[in-house]
């Protein structure tokens, strides 16, 4: 359930307190400047009438406001955490560590607060998102043509069976499943969001998600079905020309992407993927307004179910599409990750 915003004079008082209580609860939204902010934003406070206070940050963007550069009311409360900044960055050091419990309590930091720290931000522990980094040495010695028992040790596993079985629970198949000659192929990319993990021809994409998204295996085993196991481990020509887009979307200078897309669904299904093409970068949609677009008014739950089954992520946009109420509603990267695309998109409106 959404927060109960009380009235506004308490909330400009509030506002006029800065204080915390409302931070991620509240935000106001300055007609005279065009944005919103938290209530806790240390720039000059706005006069009364010109203020407008909603409960999320989707109802600031619907209503026209972009985000404040000062209070940043869209970054994600992942980044406030200095338990997970902290880990973060020790990950990026020491990606092939094998990270316990006790390396965590020798950093000074409780093991458990860790886990539901990063259990509530991003579907996982940080034992298992540094797992998952293990992993991809693995699936990058794999790519250059090495054993399962040679990517076993670079993905610092200490027997065979237990990296296949981590393997498998990441890809959807264990390595012996994945063809050396196939045409199809899966590997990874980076943003600064996160590992994706892109699956290929030769000419066309066909899956792009982001590596820690608990449906991932599923997919995988969904496309293992699809294209009768004929999946490789390696890079295809588009995840090239993939890669050089995403890197100019991040960095706000190009928002649209070229790749051929290869869809994998019903007609129905297909119909909500092209209408979320269409949503030009920083403007959003509601279910209902994608279901008249495709001309099924009455359709809006099927359309939602066809927008969380999208599995081309960032390039199929299902995050610029927004509950009825303008609420972030459920992205399978997670709702931190839905805020920053949003805001990054902020720029190319």
Same mark, same amino acid.
């Given at each position: 359930?959404?927060?109960?915003?009380?009235?506004?004079?308490?909330?400009?008082?509030?506002?006029?307190?800065?204080?915390?209580?409302?931070?991620?609860?509240?935000?106001?939204?300055?007609?005279?400047?065009?944005?919103?902010?938290?209530?806790?934003?240390?720039?000059?406070?706005?006069?009364?009438?010109?203020?407008?206070?909603?409960?999320?940050?989707?109802?600031?963007?619907?209503?026209?406001? @972009?985000?404040?550069?000062?209070?940043?009311?869209?970054?994600?409360?992942?980044?406030?955490?200095?338990?997970?900044?902290?880990?973060?960055?020790?990950?990026a050091e020491r990606k092939?560590?094998?990270?316990?419990?006790?390396?965590?309590?020798?950093?000074?930091?409780?093991? &458990?607060?860790? @886990?539901?720290?990063?259990?509530?931000?991003?579907?996982?522990?940080?034992?298992?998102?540094?797992?998952?980094?293990?992993? @991809?040495?693995?699936?990058?010695? =794999? +790519?250059?043509?090495?054993?399962?028992?040679?990517?076993?040790?670079?993905?610092?596993?200490? &027997?065979?069976?237990?990296?296949?079985?981590?393997?498998?629970?990441?890809?959807?198949?264990?390595?012996?499943?994945?063809?050396?000659?196939?045409?199809?192929?899966?590997?990874?990319?980076?943003?600064?969001?996160?590992?994706?993990? +892109? =699956?290929?021809?030769?000419?066309?994409?066909? =899956?792009?998600?982001?590596?820690?998204?608990?449906?991932?295996?599923?997919?995988?085993?969904?496309?293992?079905?699809?294209?009768?196991?004929?999946?490789?481990?390696?890079?295809?020509?588009?995840?090239?020309?993939?890669?050089?887009?995403?890197?100019?979307?991040?960095?706000?200078?190009?928002?649209?992407? &070229?790749?051929?897309?290869?869809?994998?669904?019903?007609?129905?299904?297909?119909?909500?993927?092209?209408?979320?093409? &269409?949503?030009?970068?920083?403007?959003?949609?509601?279910?209902?307004?994608? +279901?008249?677009?495709i001309d099924r008014p +009455?359709?809006?739950?099927?359309?939602?179910?066809?927008?969380?089954?999208?599995?081309?992520?960032?390039?199929?946009?299902?995050?610029?599409?927004?509950?009825?109420?303008?609420?972030?509603?459920?992205?399978?990267?997670?709702?931190? @990750?839905?805020?920053?695309?949003?805001?990054i998109e902020r720029q190319?409106?």
């Amino acid at each position: 359930m959404l927060f109960d915003l009380p009235d506004s004079d308490t909330l400009y008082d509030a506002l006029l307190a800065r204080d915390p209580s409302y931070d991620g609860r509240a935000y106001v939204c300055v007609s005279s400047t065009g944005i919103f902010c938290r209530l806790t934003c240390p720039a000059r406070k706005p006069r009364r009438e010109n203020c407008s206070f909603y409960a999320t940050v989707g109802e600031c963007i619907q209503a026209g406001y @972009r985000a404040c550069r000062r209070c940043h009311p869209m970054a994600p409360a992942a980044e406030a955490e200095p338990a997970i900044k902290l880990l973060l960055a020790a990950l990026a050091e020491r990606k092939d560590h094998r990270w316990s419990e006790p390396d965590i309590a020798r950093m000074g930091l409780d093991p &458990s607060t860790v @886990r539901r720290v990063f259990n509530r931000h991003f579907g996982m522990t940080f034992l298992e998102m540094a797992r998952l980094e293990r992993l @991809r040495n693995g699936h990058v010695a =794999l +790519a250059g043509g090495s054993k399962v028992i040679e990517a076993q040790i670079d993905a610092g596993f200490s &027997s065979p069976g237990a990296f296949r079985v981590a393997f498998a629970r990441l890809m959807g198949q264990p390595p012996k499943s994945f063809s050396v000659d196939a045409l199809v192929k899966a590997d990874f990319i980076d943003t600064p969001l996160g590992a994706m993990i +892109a =699956l290929s021809d030769p000419t066309h994409l066909h =899956l792009l998600e982001f590596a820690d998204r608990k449906a991932l295996p599923t997919e995988l085993r969904r496309m293992h079905q699809l294209l009768k196991g004929r999946i490789g481990i390696g890079r295809q020509a588009p995840m090239d020309l993939l890669e050089k887009e995403l890197e100019a979307y991040f960095a706000g200078r190009e928002a649209r992407f &070229s790749v051929p897309l290869a869809f994998h669904g019903s007609d129905f299904t297909q119909a909500v993927w092209r209408a979320l093409v &269409s949503i030009p970068a920083g403007e959003t949609r509601s279910y209902s307004q994608i +279901a008249h677009e495709i001309d099924r008014p +009455a359709a809006v739950r099927a359309v939602a179910r066809a927008n969380g089954a999208n599995q081309i992520a960032l390039l199929v946009p299902c995050h610029r599409v927004l509950g009825a109420d303008g609420s972030l509603t459920g992205y399978g990267g997670g709702l931190w @990750r839905k805020q920053k695309l949003i805001e990054i998109e902020r720029q190319f409106a």
